[in-house]
Protein backbone atom coordinates (compact mmCIF):
# COMPACT_ATOMS: atom_id res chain seq x y z
CA UNK A 1 0.00 0.00 0.00
CA UNK A 2 2.82 2.34 1.29
CA UNK A 3 4.02 2.22 -2.94
CA UNK A 4 0.61 3.09 -4.19
CA UNK A 5 0.84 5.78 -1.82
CA UNK A 6 4.32 6.90 -3.12
CA UNK A 7 3.06 6.72 -6.86
CA UNK A 8 -0.04 8.75 -6.53
CA UNK A 9 2.44 11.17 -4.45
CA UNK A 10 4.76 11.09 -7.68
CA UNK A 11 1.81 11.50 -10.14
CA UNK A 12 0.64 14.08 -8.35
CA UNK A 13 4.44 15.57 -8.34
CA UNK A 14 4.71 15.67 -12.06
CA UNK A 15 1.31 16.83 -12.38
CA UNK A 16 1.93 19.58 -10.35
CA UNK A 17 5.33 20.32 -12.10
CA UNK A 18 3.75 20.13 -15.61
CA UNK A 19 1.09 22.76 -14.18
CA UNK A 20 3.69 24.80 -13.16
CA UNK A 21 5.93 24.76 -16.47
CA UNK A 22 2.22 25.38 -18.45
CA UNK A 23 1.83 28.63 -16.24
CA UNK A 24 5.48 29.68 -16.70
CA UNK A 25 4.49 29.16 -20.32
CA UNK A 26 1.20 31.29 -19.81
CA UNK A 27 2.95 33.92 -17.85
CA UNK A 28 5.33 34.72 -20.39
CA UNK A 29 3.54 34.43 -23.83
CA UNK A 30 1.50 37.27 -21.79
CA UNK A 31 4.63 39.22 -20.58
CA UNK A 32 5.16 39.34 -24.30
CA UNK A 33 2.15 40.18 -25.75
CA UNK A 34 1.37 42.98 -23.18
CA UNK A 35 4.77 44.20 -23.51
CA UNK A 36 3.66 44.55 -27.78
CA UNK A 37 0.45 46.26 -26.43
CA UNK A 38 2.34 48.73 -24.11
CA UNK A 39 4.88 49.64 -26.92
CA UNK A 40 1.84 49.68 -29.68
CA UNK A 41 0.04 52.20 -27.09
CA UNK A 42 3.15 54.59 -26.75
CA UNK A 43 3.53 56.85 -29.15
CA UNK A 44 6.19 59.35 -30.07
CA UNK A 45 7.95 60.91 -27.36
CA UNK A 46 6.01 58.91 -24.87
CA UNK A 47 2.55 59.87 -24.94
CA UNK A 48 -0.28 57.58 -25.40
CA UNK A 49 -1.94 56.66 -28.33
CA UNK A 50 -5.33 57.82 -27.11
CA UNK A 51 -3.42 61.34 -26.72
CA UNK A 52 -2.65 61.19 -30.12
CA UNK A 53 -5.84 60.03 -31.12
CA UNK A 54 -7.39 62.92 -29.32
CA UNK A 55 -4.44 65.48 -30.96
CA UNK A 56 -5.19 64.26 -34.71
CA UNK A 57 -9.04 64.48 -33.96
CA UNK A 58 -8.19 68.06 -32.93
CA UNK A 59 -6.13 68.91 -36.39
CA UNK A 60 -8.89 67.16 -38.40
CA UNK A 61 -11.78 69.69 -37.02
CA UNK A 62 -9.22 72.69 -37.39
CA UNK A 63 -8.55 71.58 -41.24
CA UNK A 64 -12.26 70.75 -41.32
CA UNK A 65 -12.85 74.47 -40.68
CA UNK A 66 -10.36 75.93 -42.77
CA UNK A 67 -11.48 73.59 -45.82
CA UNK A 68 -15.20 75.44 -45.18
CA UNK A 69 -13.34 79.18 -45.18
CA UNK A 70 -12.02 77.92 -48.28
CA UNK A 71 -14.62 77.02 -50.05
CA UNK A 72 -16.14 80.33 -49.16
CA UNK A 73 -13.27 82.36 -50.43
CA UNK A 74 -13.15 80.33 -53.34
CA UNK A 75 -17.23 80.50 -54.34
CA UNK A 76 -16.74 84.21 -53.78
CA UNK A 77 -14.01 84.28 -56.13
CA UNK A 78 -16.10 82.29 -58.73
CA UNK A 79 -18.40 84.97 -58.58
CA UNK A 80 -16.25 87.50 -59.42
CA UNK A 81 -13.91 85.34 -61.85
CA UNK A 82 -16.52 86.19 -65.24
CA UNK A 83 -15.85 89.98 -64.69
CA UNK A 84 -12.20 89.10 -65.19
CA UNK A 85 -9.97 89.76 -67.59
CA UNK A 86 -9.52 86.19 -68.80
CA UNK A 87 -9.31 86.11 -72.67
CA UNK A 88 -6.28 87.66 -74.71
CA UNK A 89 -5.45 88.09 -78.20
CA UNK A 90 -2.33 89.41 -79.73
CA UNK A 91 -1.39 90.12 -83.51
CA UNK A 92 1.76 91.75 -84.52
CA UNK A 93 2.05 93.69 -87.75
CA UNK A 94 3.76 96.04 -90.41
CA UNK A 95 1.79 98.69 -90.81
CA UNK A 96 3.35 100.40 -93.75
CA UNK A 97 5.95 98.66 -96.14
CA UNK A 98 8.63 100.55 -95.68
CA UNK A 99 8.92 100.04 -91.62
CA UNK A 100 11.08 97.06 -90.66
CA UNK A 101 9.89 94.84 -87.90
CA UNK A 102 6.43 94.02 -86.89
CA UNK A 103 6.34 96.93 -84.32
CA UNK A 104 2.30 97.72 -84.87
CA UNK A 105 -0.15 95.23 -82.63
CA UNK A 106 -3.28 95.11 -81.85
CA UNK A 107 -4.15 93.93 -78.70
CA UNK A 108 -7.62 92.13 -77.40
CA UNK A 109 -8.23 91.84 -73.87
CA UNK A 110 -11.56 90.12 -72.66
CA UNK A 111 -13.49 88.82 -69.32
CA UNK A 112 -15.31 85.65 -69.88
CA UNK A 113 -18.43 87.61 -70.85
CA UNK A 114 -16.18 88.58 -74.19
CA UNK A 115 -16.31 91.97 -72.97
CA UNK A 116 -13.32 94.26 -72.61
CA UNK A 117 -11.11 96.27 -75.15
CA UNK A 118 -9.19 96.01 -78.07
CA UNK A 119 -5.78 98.31 -77.85
CA UNK A 120 -4.42 98.70 -81.39
CA UNK A 121 -0.61 100.66 -81.72
CA UNK A 122 -0.02 101.98 -85.44
CA UNK A 123 4.20 102.06 -85.28
CA UNK A 124 5.31 104.90 -88.33
CA UNK A 125 8.99 106.50 -88.80
CA UNK A 126 7.69 109.55 -87.36
CA UNK A 127 4.86 109.19 -85.23
CA UNK A 128 3.28 106.65 -83.41
CA UNK A 129 -0.45 106.33 -82.43
CA UNK A 130 -2.53 104.36 -80.21
CA UNK A 131 -6.61 103.40 -80.69
CA UNK A 132 -8.59 101.51 -77.92
CA UNK A 133 -11.91 100.21 -78.93
CA UNK A 134 -14.71 98.69 -76.76
CA UNK A 135 -15.84 95.51 -76.90
CA UNK A 136 -19.25 94.41 -75.64
CA UNK A 137 -20.23 90.05 -75.80
CA UNK A 138 -17.55 89.88 -78.47
CA UNK A 139 -18.61 92.81 -80.88
CA UNK A 140 -17.64 96.17 -81.69
CA UNK A 141 -19.69 99.38 -82.30
CA UNK A 142 -16.20 100.50 -83.99
CA UNK A 143 -15.51 98.92 -87.85
CA UNK A 144 -12.43 96.66 -86.76
CA UNK A 145 -9.20 96.24 -89.04
CA UNK A 146 -8.25 92.97 -89.86
CA UNK A 147 -6.02 92.76 -87.59
CA UNK A 148 -8.24 93.83 -84.89
CA UNK A 149 -10.72 91.38 -85.86
CA UNK A 150 -7.70 88.72 -86.03
CA UNK A 151 -6.77 89.69 -82.69
CA UNK A 152 -10.57 89.40 -81.40
CA UNK A 153 -10.80 85.78 -82.88
CA UNK A 154 -7.67 84.67 -81.24
CA UNK A 155 -9.02 86.41 -77.55
CA UNK A 156 -12.44 84.87 -77.88
CA UNK A 157 -10.92 81.66 -79.10
Do not use: H, W
Not at 11 to 35: D, E, H, K, P, T
Not at 106 to 125: C, E, P, T
Amino acid sequence: MPSDYLIIFIALISLSLLNLAFLLIVYLRQNRILNRFKFILSGKEGESIEDALRENLKTMKDMEKEREEVKLLEESIIRLFPDCLQKLGVVRFKAFPDIGGDQSFALALLDGKNNGVIISSIYGRDDSRVYAKPINEGRSSYNLSSEEEEALKKAIG
